[in-house]
């Protein structure tokens, strides 16, 4: 089936570009909104949330995102954002904030980011794995609900951990320790 051979292909072949490649030089908001369409695997013709630039605002308000530096936004910004395009379809912002809040410190964004994009290239190189072009129509639906009750798998098992990591933080943060 054409259709899966162009999601396997997608799903094998689509990333965001590498550390060195992101622009060195500052940008403003409506050319990282542009710039975002290109860096987001899947974003296309059926993608219902593109990145906008009142999302971005958000994102800066609630603390996710660092503020720009004027009206202009860096590499490190377009690391942030990378990765809460990818993030935002599965979790909500507090939790993106624990997690890019642990794994990104001023400075580490290049190692992050690396580390990021090899997660990614894994996770999708699996799931492109199980793309069968050769399946039948009437096995469409099957493969669509085993597709959706792993990412729920998935999801449950995330948000376990997640929890576990709100824990320790408010563990640490207690006066006592405890």
């Not at 993608?47 to 800066?60: E, G, L, R, V």
């Amino acid at each position: 089936m054409q259709e899966l051979t162009e999601l396997q292909q997608m799903l094998e072949t689509s990333r965001p570009i590498c550390w060195d490649a992101l622009p060195d030089i500052a940008l403003y908001m409506d050319q990282v909104v542009s710039y975002l369409r290109r860096q987001t695997i899947g974003v296309g013709e059926h993608d219902d949330a593109p990145m906008t630039s009142a999302m971005i605002n958000n994102y800066i308000k609630d603390g996710l995102l660092p503020r720009a530096n004027g009206k202009r936004y860096s590499r490190e910004h377009l690391v942030y954002l990378t990765a809460i395009s990818l993030l935002k379809n599965v979790l909500s912002v507090k939790d993106m904030k624990l997690l890019l809040g642990r794994e990104i410190t001023p400075g580490s964004e290049p190692e992050f980011y690396r580390g990021f994009l090899e997660r990614v290239d894994i996770s999708f190189n699996d799931v492109a794995r199980s793309v069968d072009p050769d399946i039948g129509e009437g096995d469409l639906a099957n493969f669509a609900l085993d597709l959706a009750v792993v990412s729920s798998a998935t999801k449950i098992a995330c948000e376990q951990v997640l929890s576990i990591l709100r824990k320790k933080e408010a563990e640490a943060a207690a006066p006592d320790g405890n």
